[in-house]
């Protein structure tokens, strides 16, 4: 069965630094994964997603991503932060063969201090 | 497109009456999702259609939860009785290719 773990489960970082949550998944095979933020009140909204091809993914609002197979990790960066970025963010992983049904990590949650 | 649409956005019901919640999912995609979120246990999956038809409903919580999808743009998950530990955000998604588009959620409580 495939799972995905959120060591992080709350990081502060301060306005304009870098920022790194990390994402382990377990998967039999090439996994897709997705990070989602959701905001107080709010739905989750994709922030992007890693199918096939470049590891290197790039998301909405600067975020990017990358795949790393040998270590089952699919990290999310922002080199810059923002205020507007204090959020819960949501590592999933799915399968390439039909089901259409995700594993959420747990989350973690930012808070920014200015 | 307007995303996927969910009423009501917010339900305040008495123990022991009946909730429904509804969806109305982004057109074209062909798997629509329920998951409930509380602060102690998460979000959980509830069950899940594909071309309206239910896949998984292993997390349905107990047989006071029922969830239907009698077409491609409407689906509705029902409480009955409701009782207060049924209070959460309950969300909708639908997806095609496996990425997954949320509703703004509909937050439930039972008092």
């Known amino acids: 069965a495939q799972s995905v773990t959120q060591p992080d489960i709350h990081i502060t970082v301060s306005e304009g630094a870098s920022l790194e949550l990390r994402c382990n998944y377990s998967?039999?095979?090439?996994?897709?994964l997705f990070w989602y933020v959701q905001s107080p009140g709010q739905g989750l909204q994709l922030l992007l997603k890693?199918?096939?091809?470049?590891?290197l993914v790039q998301g909405i609002k600067g975020f990017e991503a990358e795949f790393k197979r040998s270590q089952s990790s699919f990290n999310l960066r922002k080199p810059s932060v923002h205020w507007s970025d204090a959020a819960e963010y949501f590592c999933?992983?799915?399968?390439?063969?039909?089901?259409?049904?995700?594993?959420f990590g747990t989350g973690t949650r930012l808070t920014i201090i200015p | 497109d307007a995303g996927v649409i969910q009423s009501p956005r917010h339900e305040v019901t008495e123990m022991g009456q009946e909730v429904t919640l509804r969806c109305k999912p982004i057109s074209g995609h062909n798997s629509l999702f329920w998951y409930r979120q509380t602060m102690m246990r998460g979000l959980e999956l509830l069950i899940y259609?594909?071309?309206?038809?239910?896949?998984?409903d292993s997390g349905m919580p107990e047989d006071r939860f029922s969830a239907k999808m009698p077409n491609a743009s409407f689906s509705t998950l029902k409480i009955q009785p409701s009782e207060p530990r049924d209070s959460a955000v309950y969300f909708c998604a639908s997806s095609l290719r496996s990425e997954q588009y949320f509703g703004p959620g509909t937050r439930l409580t039972v008092t």
């Open positions: 259609f594909n071309n309206n038809v239910p896949i998984d």
């Open positions: 890693y199918f096939s091809g470049d590891t």
């Open positions: 998967y039999g095979a090439t996994p897709y």
């Open positions: 999933a992983v799915g399968d390439a063969f039909g089901n259409e049904k995700l594993t």
